[in-house]
């Protein structure tokens, strides 16, 4: 806090001094103008214009964005040792540590998020932006609402508020990302995210909903899955994941799991370190991911942690196989907590569950004349790296 009003007089006095009045406003209504795009317009102005000794005086909007990243970054770190202490404070406490250990690792995930979003910007590839800055800031989401279930000490709590507000940074510099995507430079047509909730879909690109790229032909598995014993198999999907290299681009740049026919109960993760990892089934329904883990039956529990399958390394695809989870029901996330702003879309369902007569009233069915903006094209940009060969 006290480097922040230094650096906030330390400004004024230096505006004062050397420039002339007419670049100061100039200055202030770039950062205003960007700040239109976020939800927290005010905090947006606050928190620029105290750290825009790192702007130059006629910014222009990615200087304005790199400067709300980089605040991000810089108080991810400060968070991160929040964490370090919280991590000492409770040493002993088995559910206190597991949770400070898990942001930490999160952490580590939004820190590397945000370092791409940065590269990617200055390489021009807007929608890795907006991919990687939305994943940093749903990691440091997923602290904060992992960090709740232990919020009854002073330093947990001053962590949960600090992580409100680096969620608030995270999030502006997210909706500028999102402005810039979709009106270029300039901030006069920038405006706050709108999202499906408020009717609006993003362009999907080609508007089909087709089978999209498919994985490249030829694959061959490096290891294989089974459920009999002896077969030379890994009995685990997750023991084969554990199997493949780390941070490395392996031959032919995949590291190809063949799972065979079964029923797999696990919860599987795909670290950031294992990269390029391919999962092919023996087909939908027959080779089965299954799990049963959900926020409502379990204290502790995050939304993020509770995926059958989570993957966090790039490049992965998967082919032929289901991922279930049989918990499946909404809840409110805490409150009302994101329920104006998100989107819970379904489409075309069929089996046990689909029918819609008990679903919350917060929850929607897409349009099929959007349901190709959720296509692997159109949603993340399949066409761009399915058959690049590594990352
Ligand atoms: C944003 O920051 C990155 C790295 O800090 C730098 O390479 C890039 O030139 C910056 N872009 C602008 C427009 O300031
Ligand atoms: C954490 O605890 C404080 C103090 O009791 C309370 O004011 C705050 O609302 C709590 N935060 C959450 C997210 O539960
Ligand atoms: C915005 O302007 C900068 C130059 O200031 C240029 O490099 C960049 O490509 C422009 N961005 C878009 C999306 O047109
Ligand atoms: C959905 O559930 C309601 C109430 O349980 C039932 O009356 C209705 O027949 C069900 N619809 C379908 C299509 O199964």
Not at 279 to 288: E, Q, R, Y
């Amino acid at each position: 806090m006290a480097t922040t009003t230094l650096s906030f007089l330390f400004l004024f006095f230096f505006l004062l001094l050397s420039t002339p009045h007419t670049t100061h406003s100039t200055h202030i209504h770039r950062i205003n103008q960007a700040c239109k795009a976020t939800r927290f317009p005010l905090q947006c102005q606050t928190t620029l214009i105290s750290h825009s000794l790192h702007l130059p005086f006629n910014p222009t909007p990615l200087h304005i964005i790199n400067s709300s990243i980089s605040l991000s970054s810089r108080n991810l770190k400060i968070a991160n040792s929040m964490l370090d202490s919280i991590l000492q404070a409770f040493a002993g406490d088995h559910g206190r540590i597991a949770i400070a250990k898990g942001c930490l690792q999160v952490f580590q995930y939004s820190h590397h998020r945000t370092s791409l979003t940065v590269e990617a910007l200055s390489r021009g590839r807007i929608k890795d932006a907006r991919a990687f800055m939305s994943a940093a800031l749903a990691y440091q989401y997923n602290c904060w609402s992992g960090l709740k279930y232990a919020n009854d000490t002073e330093l947990v709590f001053k962590t949960m508020s600090f992580l409100d507000s680096l969620t608030i940074i995270s999030s502006n510099a997210l909706s500028m990302i999102v402005s810039y995507d979709l009106f270029g430079n300039d901030t006069d047509l920038w405006r706050p995210p709108r999202t499906e909730r408020d009717g609006f879909w993003e362009d999907s690109g080609s508007g089909v909903f087709g089978p999209g790229p498919s994985l490249p032909a030829n694959l061959m598995q490096d290891v294989t899955v089974c459920k009999e014993t002896g077969g030379g198999c890994y009995g685990t999907v997750q023991e084969a994941v554990d199997a493949a290299p780390d941070n490395v681009d392996v031959g032919g740049g995949k590291f190809v799991i063949h799972i065979k026919e079964g029923v797999y109960e696990e919860r599987v993760r795909v670290p950031l370190r294992k990269k390029n990892v391919v999962f092919l089934g023996d087909g939908i329904g027959k080779t089965v991911i299954t799990g049963s883990a959900s926020v409502g039956l379990t204290v502790g529990m995050t939304t993020y942690n509770s995926a059958t399958v989570g993957v966090a390394g790039d490049g992965f695809m998967a082919k032929d196989l289901t991922f279930e989870n049989t918990a499946e029901g909404w809840l409110p996330w805490s409150g009302d907590v994101g329920l104006n702003t998100l989107y819970y879309g379904e489409f075309d369902n069929s089996g046990p569950g689909s029918n819609l007569t008990k679903r919350v009233s917060w929850s929607s069915q897409v349009p099929a004349e959007h349901v190709s903006t959720y296509s692997v094209q159109g949603f993340i940009q399949g066409d761009d790296w399915v058959h690049r060969s590594s990352y």
